[in-house]
């Protein structure tokens, strides 16, 4: 990365940063001011009920008062009616004070007192009542005269007004918390979306002047590039001559060393036949007779068809070496030939071909289906699944059955992932990487091979235009993941 690009990148990220905290702090402080304004409007309309309540317990004392005052006055009984509504209304009222109260207990004083004076006040107007009702008007009034219900009816008004400031101060105190809550996130709003709205404009400044700059270099780029595409074919021919040279040059090589390792194999025949020949002197008795005698007949017997044995599992190792190249040479030169291959026949043609081997083995291989049709190289895969199939029942764990699982996975990219599962000896983890190179061999070397199979298989997938892993436990059993794309690449990759 460029330093301009990392400049722009470090600028642009404090400009979002930037904004994105202040957006963070703007709802941090929103969701606050939201709290401290509910907080208020709660204890507003708490408030207000407050003063209803006491404004109506104050008016149904009111009314008894009146009512108690007509009757007195007139003796007809029409006005008992609302004397009587407002002392059944004045508990309840008082009730409905105490429960809008109730979460202020610092005010419980001040209500006690005031619910003492209003029952001195009803117990002075039922007196009152009573005696008037009982035909005693002078003593009724006589009462009245004495000035102790007008007394009662002042405290009462003087307690209730004095809980009513209390109260007003509050609604006071909340509605200015309304209003100051309001004007702080009317300007933190403001204050917010200015650094917000800066924030932008210096990342799109910032973006503006380095797409000029890009702009400005990419005509350069352009004139650079030009003919590019031609320097990199002509490399790529290159590459492809002289990869052809190493295949040619592998073919050549291996096959002149096959002419002098038959040589040395014919002569070590020879050799075997002409000690054939001497083992035969061994049992003559004249040979002991002889100072060398002895020296020769344990050469005869022993070091000679030990070195002709060293000899013939040497030659041997090397053809095999030799025709593992060739046989790798000659698939890289080959043409690959795409073909329509519908892959649940193909399994079902491969395990077809090696179920003699599962069924001495009494093993299963189980192909779960669907299964995908692709373009490819027939024969190409045949050899890449057919190879791992092979390993599979080859490198079995002993005292298990052999259990192979052939699946199709699926893949973010749009290719083909075939995924061939045993439950086999397995691969250390020290070895996993090796697996793929050639003339490596993983694990106990009890199998007959040269090392060259995996390799092949990783050679020829990426022919194919593929890509093979493993994932391996040991004594559990291994997983190939063959990646395989869905129409053989017109130009696919070298070996």
């Not at 400049?7 to 404090?14: A, E, G, H, K, P």
């Not at 390792?261 to 061994?282: H, P, Q, R």
């Not at 298990?400 to 699926?410: D, F, G, L, S």
């Not at 995996?454 to 890509?467: C, F, M, S």
Request: aromatic residues 4%; proline residues 3%.
């Amino acid at each position: 990365m460029s330093a301009n690009s990392s400049n722009l990148l470090r600028v642009t990220y404090v400009f979002a940063a930037a904004g994105v905290l202040t957006l963070v702090v703007l709802v941090a402080v929103s969701f606050w001011l939201l709290e401290k304004t509910t907080t208020s409007t709660r204890d507003v309309i708490v408030a207000r009920e407050q003063l209803t309540a006491l404004s109506q317990l104050l008016s149904s004392i009111q009314d008894a008062e009146t009512g108690q005052r007509g009757y007195l006055l007139t003796g007809e009984s029409r006005y008992l009616e609302p004397y009587n509504i407002a002392i059944e209304d004045v508990p309840r009222r008082m009730a409905d004070v105490r429960d809008k109260f109730k979460d202020q207990p610092q005010l419980k004083a001040g209500l006690d007192k005031i619910a003492a004076a209003i029952a001195a006040k009803l117990r002075e107007l039922a007196s009152t009542v009573e005696l008037r009702m009982a035909g005693k008007s002078s003593e009724a009034l006589a009462v009245v005269n004495t000035d102790r219900g007008k007394n009662l009816m002042d405290d009462i008004r003087k307690l209730v007004a004095e809980q009513t400031e209390v109260v007003e101060t509050e609604l006071t105190k909340s509605i200015q918390s309304q209003q100051d809550n309001a004007v702080l996130a009317r300007w933190f709003t403001l204050g917010a979306g200015v650094v917000i709205l800066l924030a932008a404009l210096g990342a799109v400044a910032t973006i503006l002047r380095y797409t000029r700059a890009l702009l400005a270099t990419r005509g350069k780029m352009e004139q650079l590039n030009m003919g590019l595409e031609e320097r990199v074919k002509e490399r790529t021919a290159d590459l492809q001559r002289a990869n052809d040279e190493i295949q040619r040059f592998a073919y050549i090589v291996s096959h002149d060393l096959r002419a002098p390792l038959v040589n040395v194999m014919g002569y070590t025949s020879e050799l075997e036949a002409g000690l054939a020949t001497l083992a035969s002197l061994c049992e003559d008795p004249k040979l002991v007779e002889l100072e060398s005698g002895p020296a020769a007949r344990t050469a005869i017997r022993e070091d000679l068809p030990e070195s002709i044995g060293f000899i013939r599992t040497s030659t041997h190792k090397m053809d095999g070496l030799i025709k593992a190249i060739l046989k790798l040479s000659r698939e890289g030169q080959r043409i690959l030939r795409p073909e329509t291959v519908d892959l649940e026949e193909f399994f079902d043609s491969a395990i077809a071909a090696v179920q003699h081997r599962v069924t001495e083995a009494d093993g299963e291989i189980e192909v779960l289906r669907p299964m995908p049709t692709i373009e490819t190289d027939r024969l190409a895969l045949e050899q890449v699944f057919g190879n791992l199939i092979d390993n599979a029942l080859k490198y079995t764990m002993p005292g298990r059955a052999p259990k192979i699982i052939i699946e199709q996975v699926p893949s973010r990219w749009g290719a083909i992932v075939i995924e061939v599962r045993d439950n086999g000896r397995g691969i250390a983890a020290d070895d996993a990487e090796r697996v793929f190179d050639l003339f490596r061999r993983a694990g106990a070397q009890d199998k007959q091979g040269e090392g060259i199979g995996l390799a092949h298989v990783k050679t020829l997938i990426r022919r194919l235009g593929g890509e093979i892993t493993m994932t391996s436990e040991l004594k559990r059993g291994t997983t190939f993941r063959v990646m395989l794309p869905r129409k053989l690449p017109e130009k696919p990759n070298a070996q």
